[in-house]
C-alpha cells in the first residue's frame, strides 16, 4: 500500500486532540475536586453557572459561585461582598398588604398565602418594634375582636406573632396596650400579656403583680425570669390556677415558679396542692418542686420523689443559689477557673496552661482580683503570644489588659472611633470580665453586635429574618430595606437560597448556600455590604471570632472597625467559622455517627 502522508497528519491531529481532551478533562476534575465543599458542591464557575441553571438561579448570580467555596476559610479582608444581581423594580405588593383580620385566615398567612405579607417579616418587624407594622396589627387584633372572637382564640391565634420576640419593641407595644386611655379591647390585652410575659426587667413584673395579671402568663413570666419569684398571695393563687387547670408540663411549671423561692407559705401551698391531686405523675412534680423548701414536710415530699425518679435533673443537681427555677440546670459558672481567688495560682495557670477555655477563665479573674498582676503578665511575650490565641476571646482579652487595663480609656477609644452613639447605656457591659472591659463587650452592650445561633434547627433558615435584624441594628438607611426568601427543596444541597433585597427602586439579589439547618453567614453579611455601599454609608458588618456555633456579627463605621481589627482589640472569623464548630461538637457528641 502506499504511503500516505496527509492520511499520517491527520491520524496523529486526532491523537493529539484526544490526548489534549483527556488531560483537560482529568484538569477540570482534580480542579473540582479541590474546590468542593462539603455539600457536595463544584467550587468552578462553569459548574456553578449549570447547578444554578438547573435550580432556577438566574445566571448572572452564578458567578460568585466559585468563591464562595472559600468561605470555610478565613476571609484576609474582614469586610467581605457577595456577588450581586441588582435591577431596577419594586418591592412585591405583598409586603404593603394587611395583616389577617380574622383567626380562621391565620393558617394561611402562617403558610406564606400570597394574600397577606410574608409571615417571617411581620413577626421581625413586630418584634423590632416598627411602628407602621405594630398599627397594623393593633388594626388586625381590633377587627378579629369585633368579629366576636374571644380572648383566647386570639391568643391562640395572633400570639404566635410575638412569641418569638423575646422582648424588644414587643415590650413597648404591650405595655402601651396595658396602659392605654381609652383602654383597648380585651382581646388586643390579653395578647399584650401574652407578648409581657417574655420581656424582663423590674417595671415589667411590678405589672405582673396587677390583679388583672393573667394567672398563665404570670407564671410563664416567672418561669423565664433569671431571678426566682418572690412569695405572693398573688404568685400563689396563680399558680394554684394554672395546676387546676393545665397539662403535666404546666404543673411542673407553675409549681417550680412557687417552690424557687424558700419561704413556709410556698411551701404549704405546695403540699397542699400536691394532696389535693389524684394524679401520680402531678403529684410527683409538685414534690419535686420542693427542691429549695427548708420546711422538714416539704424536704420529705421532695426526697420521696426523687426516690422514685432519680435521674431528674433536680435531683441530680446541687440545690445552690444558682440553680434555675424550672430545676433543669445546676447553674455551674462554666467561665470560672480552678484557682478561686489564689492570685500566684492564677497566674501560673495563665502562663503555663495549655488548655485556652481554661487560660481565658484564669485570666478573667486575675485581672478582677488583682488587675496589676494581669497587666504585668500581659506586657510580656506572653502577652504578645496569647494576642495571637485562636481562642478569640483569650486573644482580645489579652490585648485588652495590655493596652487598656482601665475601663474609661478603651470607652474613650471607641467613642473617639465613632462606634459609641450618645449616652449608651453601658453599666451592664462586661460583668463577664468584671477586672476589665473588652471591645466586643462594650460594643455588644451598645448594641452594635448580633450574636445569633448559627443552627436555626428548622427549614427554611429565613435568611431573610437575620437580614433584618442585621439592617436593624445599623440604622438607616438599611433599616428601611425590605428583604425576601426563596428556599430550595430541602433536601437538594446542590440547590440554592436566593435572597432578595429592595432598597427604594432596585431589587439586589445573592444566592445562599443550603447548609441545611445552618445559615450561610457569608451571603447574608457579604449582601448587606453590598447595600452599605450602594446607599452610601460608611458602615459596614464584619464576622467576628467565636468558640462555638454562637455567630457574631459587628456593625460600625468601616475605618473603625478596621482599625480595631489591626490593633487586635477585635478577632475575625472565617463565616462559616460557627458552624464547624457546631458540627465539630455534633460529631463528638455520644451516639454520633462516625
Given at each position: ?6 492520511g ?14 483527556v ?34 438561579v ?26 450581586v ?86 415590650c ?6 396595658l396602659?392605654a ?31 388583672d ?18 412569695y ?35 411551701a ?12 401520680p ?18 424536704r ?12 431528674d ?35 501560673r495557670?495563665?502562663e ?80 463577664e ?30 435568611h431573610d ?130
Amino acid at each position: 500500500m502506499a504511503d500516505d502522508p496527509d492520511g499520517r497528519r491527520q491520524n496523529l491531529r486526532l491523537l493529539a486532540f484526544v490526548v489534549m481532551a483527556v488531560l483537560f478533562y482529568l484538569g477540570v476534575r482534580v480542579v473540582v475536586g479541590k474546590r468542593a465543599e462539603e455539600d457536595g458542591r463544584g467550587g468552578d464557575a462553569a459548574h456553578s453557572a449549570a447547578l444554578a441553571s438547573r435550580s432556577g438561579v438566574p445566571a448572572a448570580l452564578a458567578a460568585g459561585m466559585a468563591s464562595a467555596a472559600a468561605h470555610g476559610s478565613e476571609p484576609t479582608d474582614p469586610v467581605i461582598y457577595a456577588e450581586v444581581e441588582s435591577r431596577e423594580a419594586t418591592a412585591p405588593p405583598r409586603f404593603a398588604a394587611a395583616l389577617p383580620n380574622r383567626v380562621e385566615d391565620l393558617a394561611a398567612f402562617y403558610d406564606d398565602d400570597a394574600r397577606f405579607p410574608p409571615p417571617a417579616h411581620v413577626m421581625d418587624l413586630i418584634c423590632l418594634g416598627d411602628a407602621d407594622m405594630q398599627h397594623r396589627f393593633d388594626v388586625a387584633l381590633r377587627a378579629a375582636s369585633e368579629a366576636s372572637t374571644t380572648p383566647s382564640q386570639l391568643v391562640e391565634a395572633y400570639g404566635r406573632m410575638v412569641e418569638s420576640c423575646d422582648g424588644g419593641g414587643t415590650c413597648e407595644w404591650a405595655k402601651r396596650c396595658l396602659d392605654a386611655k381609652p383602654p383597648v379591647g380585651a382581646g388586643t390585652v390579653a395578647v399584650a400579656w401574652h407578648a409581657l410575659a417574655r420581656c424582663e426587667g423590674e417595671d415589667i413584673s411590678s405589672r405582673f403583680e396587677r390583679r388583672d395579671a393573667p394567672s398563665v402568663q404570670l407564671v410563664e413570666f416567672w418561669s423565664r425570669a433569671s431571678e426566682p419569684a418572690p412569695y405572693s398571695a398573688r404568685l400563689e393563687r396563680a399558680v394554684e390556677n394554672v395546676i387546676g387547670t393545665g397539662t403535666v408540663e404546666d404543673v411542673r411549671r407553675a409549681a417550680f415558679v412557687l417552690g424557687a423561692t424558700d419561704h413556709p407559705r410556698a411551701a404549704a401551698a405546695l403540699l397542699d396542692l400536691q394532696s389535693e391531686t389524684d394524679d401520680p405523675e402531678r403529684a410527683r412534680e409538685i414534690a419535686l418542686a420542693m427542691y429549695r423548701q427548708s420546711d422538714p414536710r416539704a424536704r420529705a415530699a421532695f426526697a420521696r420523689a426523687c426516690e422514685r425518679r432519680p435521674n431528674d435533673p433536680v435531683c441530680r443537681a446541687p440545690r445552690g443559689p444558682t440553680q434555675a427555677a424550672a430545676g433543669v440546670d445546676a447553674g455551674s459558672d462554666s467561665q470560672g477557673s480552678t484557682h478561686r481567688g489564689d492570685p500566684t495560682a492564677l497566674r501560673r495557670c495563665v502562663e503555663t496552661e495549655t488548655r485556652a477555655a481554661e487560660q481565658y477563665a484564669c485570666l478573667v479573674e486575675l485581672s478582677t482580683v488583682e488587675r496589676e498582676a494581669a497587666e504585668e503578665t500581659m506586657g510580656g511575650p506572653l502577652g504578645l503570644s496569647l494576642s495571637s490565641s485562636p481562642h478569640a476571646h483569650l486573644a482580645e482579652l489579652a490585648v485588652t489588659v495590655r493596652r487598656y487595663p482601665e475601663r474609661e480609656s478603651l470607652l474613650r477609644r471607641l467613642g473617639d472611633l465613632g462606634l459609641l452613639r450618645t449616652a449608651e447605656p453601658l453599666e451592664a457591659a462586661g460583668t463577664e470580665t468584671p477586672g476589665v472591659l473588652t471591645a466586643r463587650q462594650a460594643l455588644r452592650a451598645a448594641h452594635r453586635i448580633l450574636e445569633f445561633d448559627a443552627e436555626t434547627d428548622e427549614y427554611p433558615n429565613h435568611h431573610d429574618s437575620l437580614l433584618r435584624r442585621l439592617a436593624a441594628i445599623a440604622g438607616p438607611p438599611l433599616a428601611a430595606v425590605l428583604f425576601a426568601e426563596e428556599a430550595p427543596a430541602q433536601d437538594d444541597r446542590r440547590a440554592y437560597y436566593r435572597l432578595s433585597a429592595y432598597p427604594p427602586g432596585k431589587e439586589v439579589s445573592a444566592t445562599a448556600r443550603n447548609l441545611g439547618d445552618y445559615y450561610d453567614v457569608a451571603a447574608v453579611v457579604g449582601l448587606l455590604n453590598v447595600l452599605a455601599r450602594q446607599l452610601g454609608t460608611d458602615l459596614r458588618f464584619v464576622v467576628l471570632g467565636t468558640t462555638d456555633q454562637i455567630a457574631s456579627v459587628v456593625v460600625g463605621p468601616e475605618a473603625a472597625l478596621r482599625t480595631l481589627v489591626s490593633e487586635g482589640l477585635l478577632t475575625t472569623a472565617a463565616p462559616d467559622q460557627a458552624m464547624a464548630n457546631g458540627r465539630a461538637a455534633e460529631a463528638q457528641a455520644p451516639g454520633a455517627m462516625p
